[in-house]
């Protein structure tokens, strides 16, 4: 844990938007709450997971250490900071990039965040996020602040919330689109960005933008809301598809609308998320996406739904004021290259990794990144870069890449050897070699088989044995993810593979599922075929034999889908029976132990994820909001600011009472006068406020408060205030408790 | 002083396999081999010129590191450390020889793996307490002199990266 972090909100005050500042003060509020036992556990979780504070393997305090299962003996040992998850445990802290874009001293601040509180390195997630692991949870502010310091944001980045908002990183420059996304895209996640029809989801709500119908930069079918561009007698629109995504059983994304003019994007999404969590499952977590509801309703009855709900929402300004996204323009004069320099390696690299934009004699640069990861010094050495060769333009990509766009032509070999220095000019993007994977038993809770080590033995042995020269086997996609939970996308790759373990005479082997045929152009247009698991030693292997297959026996230029379709799932399971036998332990134990980690292969180590949170309702959130006000009340008479103190006071009363009133659906307005009456009106005159012992008192306190709200206090007024307050949101605990018990008014 | 890494520096590294050090961290926290408590092995060996191979504690981290091409033995302090400057940095530096000496003597290193004795790195890694200029030289100077007696200390001026000296004996 850093010395430093008591002194970063210092630093950085008047550089943090005010909205930002708070947010993070709120949440450092509710660490101080969480120390001292004031939060419930489960509160907690939820809370730093809507902050992208995510937990990571082994923070249940167990590990398998090849041995034997340990205890990891951390000193504070009944401290959590969620169900079964130590508090000193590290996890990992989840960064939002909205489609993708970053500019130069983000990168930076990235670098410095990685050297100082994780393990030195950024890792680019399928879904354009950041994320840094090993972070210890009383870090997690500071990192914050440093983040906001430049525009960057951790909100909503994990748990039952709006994530991040992902898009084409070729928009704007693409030979392809009907349009530019991006501004869309950067529009709907602030809009939606805390927005309070966003709040009380049973899961997680994706959302993608794509410039175009086929290519793969956005996969729009694998979201819950997915926007493909179209313009329509020169209007523009979206084509609207709803309900998709992948996990243990993948679901296609409906067609939802044919053509959505751009004003009523915002309104649409709007509407989409009340209906969600309105009607969407907030029990049973693994029937909560999206996808569950509409197969539930239909997606005819749902559209009725949504556009109902459309129908009835008061206009907000902000669905046709576009925030304005500085314009991109470059930095050299396009000029095209007229000739390839001797440079080893820049031919293949041009080939593999530079994309011609449609503006002539300008080209964006594929950085491969391998399993995503970079270092502080190359994420530094890549600011350097932007700023010498573009205006910044770099985005991150679903293939766990970055792009620099805007290069000029002429400058290509500048910047590849620019990039060498680096260590940063692998060829191979978009191709067989760069292999997609989730974190695995990395890093992940959930994980089976290790992904990354898989991922990185394929990456070296592909290169090596020169499979990856035959360009039909080049042109296919690895997609791996360590689990069946399938956030390495594994069902739209050619060749996927999810985590899987098998016994044999006592003994546990990691194993992949073998799922050939998913298709990763057309935004994700179709799912592969699951044909049998494979011990995961023997995976490369499995891979060298089907690739093999695939060249020898396809059809003129069949693709690997239809190939796949062609010969059949009973021919593809015959193709690799025999590599799906294990040796017994005894033969040979290797098959036992995983990619890049040699102890024995165990189950032991998993946990319960947390990719959903915790299904708290909104009257929890609210109440702990009404704590923590109450606890910045206290604080605020420690410094002696005993206006502000009783400010605080009264309003996490108001809160309190304003809470009980949302959740039994009794609507008001939003007045401190209407709240009062509205409360006093159902819960004190209807006497169910009244504690079975001290009667209407604590009631009384919250009138008595609302009467005195603009008289001056003094400091012993203002102290016996915030004692009021406390018992008063207690009493409004006790009471949600006890009429929990009974339905609520609908 | 606080965060302080320090990184002993290999004598032939093109011998030194990076994804070697898997196996002998995990061996290490089996047998609780370093100081402090031990979590997991973290591997980076893909990286160029990264992290390398990471054995990840709750105090500190020891790893075999490639960062900017030199290939050594990092330690890593994260939690605070409660002595003065000097014995922050002696703490650190013992322990760090004793882990270098240590993986020398691995099955999968021996033969292979020698660290320099005459050349140390000492980063403070945390830019608001330590931050890279002429105050925290002036401040962290007489601990360094100190400590590593004998050395030449040369500074990294770069201003956008961690406090860092390359402590080189003649
Ligand atoms: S697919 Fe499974 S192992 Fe991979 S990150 Fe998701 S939950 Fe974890």
Known sequence: MKQSNPHWKERLAGQIPPLLASEIDIFENEIALRLTGKIDEKVFAETRLRRGAYGQRYDNGQRNDGIEARKLAYGRADLTKGPNTLWDAPGMQRIKIPFGGLNATQLEVLAELAEEYSDGIAHITTRQDVQLHFIHIEDTPSVMRRLAAVGITTREACGNTVRNVTSCPLGGVCRDEAFDVTPYAHDCAQFLLGHPDTQDFGRKFKIAFSGCETNPCALVRIHDLGCVAQVRDGKRGFKVYVGGGLGTVPYQAKLFDEFLPVEELLPLAQAMARVFARLGEKKNRNAARMKFLVVKLGLEEFKRLVLEERAALPTDPRWTTPAVLPEESPLHPGALLQIDPATPGFTTWKSDNVYQQRQEGYATVTVALPLGDLTADQLRGLADIARAYVKETIRTTVEQNIVLRWVSESDLPALYDALSALGLNAAGAGTIVDITACPGTDTCKLGISSSRGLAGELRERLAENGAAADDAIRQLRIKISGCFNSCGQHHIADLGFYGVSRNKSGFAAPHFQVVLGGQWTENAGSYGLAIGAVPSKRIPATVTRITARYVQERQSSETFQAYIRRIGKAECKLMIQDLTEVPPYTTDPSFYSDWHDPRVFTLGDMGIGECAGEVISAIDFQLTACEREAFEAQLALEKKDVSQAAKLAYESMLHGAAALLTWRKLGYDHTPDAIVERFREQFFDTQVFFDPFAGGKFAQYFFRAHERRNEARGEESAHRLIEEAQLFIEACHSCYARLSLQPAKV | ?170
């Open chain 2, 1 to 170: 002083m606080q965060h302080i890494h320090i990184k002993l520096f290999a004598e032939s590294p093109a011998a030194v396999r990076l994804a070697d050090a898997i196996p002998v961290f995990h061996r290490w926290i089996q047998t609780s081999a370093v100081p402090g408590l031990l979590i997991d092995v973290a591997d980076y060996s893909h990286v160029i010129n990264g992290p390398g191979v990471v054995l990840i504690g709750h105090e500190a981290y020891y790893s075999l590191d490639a960062a900017k091409g030199r290939l050594g033995l990092l330690y890593q302090r994260k939690a605070k450390a409660d002595g003065d400057a000097a014995e922050n940095l002696r703490d650190a530096l013992k322990t760090a020889q004793a882990a270098a000496a240590l993986l020398e003597h691995e099955p999968e290193f021996a033969g292979k793996l020698r660290f320099r004795q005459d050349q140390v790195a000492v980063t403070l890694n945390d830019r608001l307490l330590h931050p890279n200029n002429d105050e925290t030289w002036a401040a962290v100077e007489p601990a360094l002199r100190a400590v590593l007696d004998g050395y030449t200390l040369v500074r990294n001026e770069n201003p956008r990266e961690l406090f860092e000296v390359l402590a080189t004996r003649a």
